[in-house]
């Protein structure tokens, strides 16, 4: 139970997952926001009009996942950093994950890595397609693994191979 | 002795927000702060902010400041004075203010005083308290985020409330181990997704426990953790060893109210609140008219509604000197911030204390 363990429940992932249809039709960003708390950069981060206007600053954020096109800026911009990109129309065994990361040192590019789930468990390897730190994203690098489709909803982390 | 129209006691988010609502209204403001520089608790929070985007939400605490202290120097147009090294000692009957500048002592007599002195850290008592390496957690987080020291290799953190969770997240970004997170209550107290967070970067969270020692011969070595049943009672048997040479206390703030006693101002005890807070109307107004009070010293509670309440003392502190422009406007603007802020389930603690403070009037 999220308030006991600090870990989201499977439902509880289960009500913010987009349609399969959806997931398949490319990158779509999902919210793993579930406490009413007073906060609300994301609604402004959103250019597409995809995450809804709130009616009050407590409210869950909503988003439409049709309108979505995966662009990724809410990422960076959500102080609880629970906002991923699931692209699972990569390939037919890989899907991407864009993840906030704000470790050091940064992963490269191609760089072999272990995906870690909300437990902080190791769950697969996973390789990172790609690291962006512009300005822009002030701090909060997004970080793009390519994972096992099956992996997509599973992996939110992951540790550089060789331990620190 | 300088006689300033205002004079605002810490120059945290409330006081630097205090600052800037006089100075707009065209008051002539003092700000006196015992650190070296402005900003108070900011100046460590590395972690974005939540709230409203209309208050800094998603911008890092270290950047409010500059961002405060230019707008301050723009608008303040020689009518903003900030004195820093300055530790206020005393506040006298006849309202003046003394102060300490750098070991020279200050007379200040101001017409009005905005009291925005934050929050101290609640201590908690077990065996081994006083072995080195028993830290409080904004020591911690002074240590690595102001001045770059890793404050040791392996931490125990005491409490799951929003401190104890960002600055677990924050000894992990500086590459410490946190061996766990232990809360006595059977709920995480802070935000979910401080969390999360902290839970995929691979640190437990073990809610319902607490510490029972602390041990080591010449500094932390060791501490002993154990269950707790419904009642907050060690469930025996339930004792574990955690070999850590940091334990770090982030068991709750309380109100640093010493200058508000010594001014006379009415205060009342509510838990909610984070002990004794002082009696205040809408207007963040204390029981003596010259006095008001802004963020944590008044209510335990986020940066964000610190800067509004700092906004509504400041607006009224200029008023009452006759620096009234469009103050019914704005002040219907940041009390409905205000509500908002606290309107959720979070705020209801919140709401709750208020209520009474009020009922007491």
Request: with cysteine; proline share 6%.
């Amino acid at each position: 139970m999220l308030e006991k363990t600090g870990v989201p429940d499977p439902e509880q992932i289960n009500k913010i997952t987009p349609s399969q249809e959806r997931l398949k039709n490319g990158p779509v960003a999902i919210v793993e926001c579930f406490q009413n708390i007073p906060c609300d950069p994301c609604r402004y981060a959103c250019r597409q009009g995809a995450i809804k206007e709130f009616a009050d600053i407590n409210d869950l954020p909503v988003i439409d996942h049709e309108e979505c096109n995966g662009c990724g800026l809410c990422i960076s911009e959500c102080p609880g950093l629970a906002i991923f990109v699931i692209d699972a129309s990569y390939s037919a065994d890989e899907g991407l994950i864009k993840m906030p990361y704000e470790y050091l040192p940064l992963p490269e590019q191609g760089e072999e890595v272990i995906g870690i789930d909300t437990e902080g468990r190791e769950v697969c390897n996973a390789r990172v397609v790609k690291v962006q730190n512009t300005k822009a994203l002030d701090r909060t690098p997004v970080v793009t693994l390519a994972v096992p489709q099956a992996q997509l909803m599973k992996v939110r982390s992951f540790v550089k191979k060789g331990g620190e | 002795m300088l006689k300033p129209e205002i004079a605002i006691v810490g120059g945290g988010p409330a006081g630097l927000s205090a600052a800037l609502s006089a100075v707009r209204q065209g008051a002539e403001v003092m700000l006196l702060d015992r650190d070296p520089s402005l900003g108070g608790q900011l100046v460590k929070q590395t972690h974005m902010f939540f709230g409203s985007k209309k208050e800094y939400a998603a911008i890092r605490g270290i950047d409010i400041p500059g961002k405060l202290i230019s707008a301050l120097e723009d608008e303040g147009k020689g009518r903003f004075k900030p004195l820093l090294n300055t530790a206020v000692l005393g506040y006298y009957d006849d309202g003046v203010i003394l102060a300490d500048k750098e070991e020279e002592a200050m007379l200040i007599k101001p017409q009005k005083i905005v009291i925005a002195t934050g929050a101290a850290e609640k201590m908690l008592p077990f065996p081994g308290n006083d072995l080195p390496g028993v830290y409080g957690a904004g020591a911690v987080q002074t240590l690595m985020n102001v001045y770059g020291i890793k404050p040791g290799n392996r931490v125990l953190m005491v409490g799951a409330g929003n401190i104890g969770l960002i600055v677990s997240y924050q000894l992990r970004q500086a590459g410490v181990e946190v061996a766990a997170i232990i809360e006595g209550a059977s709920r995480i107290g802070g935000y979910l997704v401080h969390a999360t967070k902290v839970r995929r970067a691979g640190i437990p969270i073990l809610t319902s426990h607490t510490i029972k020692e602390a041990y080591g011969k010449q500094k932390v070595e060791g501490a002993l953790i154990c269950n707790l049943d419904e009642n907050w009672c060690a469930i025996p048997g339930s004792d574990k060893d955690m070999k850590v040479d940091v334990i770090c206390l982030a068991v709750g703030l309380t109100p640093q109210t010493e200058l508000l006693w010594q001014a006379g101002c009415q205060q009342k005890y509510l838990p909610e609140l984070g002990g004794y807070v002082p009696l205040r109307n809408e207007k963040m107004q204390t029981s003596l008219s010259s006095v008001y009070v802004a963020g944590d010293v008044a209510c335990i509670e986020e940066a964000g509604s610190a800067m509004v309440e700092g906004k509504i003392a400041g607006l009224f502190a200029a008023a009452d000197l006759g620096y009234d422009e469009k103050v019914e406007e704005r002040f219907l603007a940041y009390s409905q911030e205000l509500e908002e802020l606290r309107a959720g389930p979070t705020g209801a603690k919140i709401r709750e204390g208020l209520a009474r403070l009020n009922g007491g009037v």
